[in-house]
């Protein structure tokens, strides 16, 4: 089942030279997590606002759950989840408030402010105003109010930014676990590793129209640059150097350094994302 389905997207701010979003086309199915990836200024963001009805005045098809963005009513935020990387807050209210004010917005159940507060580790802030929380504590607090309406669809901006690594780590399984739960994930975020972890497919966006599309695996295949990582002694200094794992054997340099016996360690070097990144953009960040 399609749950979101774009085609031939475009949005040009006024008085821009060039589009925003110019003319994308991508489907995400039910229970997947799609990532959008990209330089700052690519249109992911755009794109986002777009489908959680936050800006109009585009043109081509978007639709989700079977409906055109446009044609929905007051009634589609009842289905949607958002967070994005801004965090809304009522700064004067504790944490548990302002779950209870958020939840209090929706006619269809909604989850319990403790249970959720539990889940993004804020159950010992729960009475602490709001006012008082770190940039982590916010989007943590933030991701909670994203899922109080029990959303099929999750919009997601940057949901660890912020964050120390535990809690990030927290976050992006709590991310991982919401396809068991019926959910679809659009989530954009300039983390290289978290997209690896969490997303069945990744959208690479470059000046408004994607560059690439596909499973973390394939797309690292296919742009990646696996290769082999030697420390080797030179004298009384220890220096590393990286060769292509194809034609590794053939490699004068490498052979004379393991005939010599002066490689201490070796190990291979997988291709990431931010290789991709690197391939796809040109390095631009």
Known sequence: MTVIEVSELRMRYRGAARCAVDGISFTVAGGEILGFLGPNGA?????????????????????????????????Y????????????RFSRLTARENLAAFAALYSGPVD????????????????????????????????????????????LDEPTSGMDPVHAGLVRDLIRRQPELGRTVLLTTHDMAAAELLCDRVAFLV????????????????????????????????????????????????????????????????????????AVTGGRL
């Open 43 to 75: 249109g992911k963001s755009t794109t986002q606002r777009i489908l959680t009805g936050l800006l109009s005045g585009h043109q081509g098809r978007a639709e989700v759950l079977g409906r055109s963005v446009a044609r929905w009513g007051p009634e």
């Open 207 to 278: 000046d408004g129209r994607i560059a690439a599309l596909d499973t973390p695996r394939d797309l690292r295949l296919a742009h990646g640059r696996p290769g082999v990582v030697v420390e080797y002694r030179a004298g009384n200094v220890v220096r590393r150097k990286e060769f292509p794992l194809s034609g590794l054997g053939d490699d004068p340099e490498f052979v004379a350094l393991s005939r010599d016996g002066l490689v201490e360690t070796i190990h291979t070097r997988e291709a990431t994302l931010d290789d991709v990144f690197v």
């Open 77 to 88: 935020y009842e289905h949607i989840g958002v967070g994005f990387e801004l965090p809304a």
């Open 112 to 155: 319990d402010p403790d249970e959720l507060l539990e889940a993004v580790d804020l159950a010992d802030a729960a009475d602490r105003v709001v006012a008082e929380f770190s940039k982590g504590m916010l989007m943590r607090l933030n991701l909670a109010r994203a899922l109080v309406n029990r959303p099929k669809v999750l919009f």
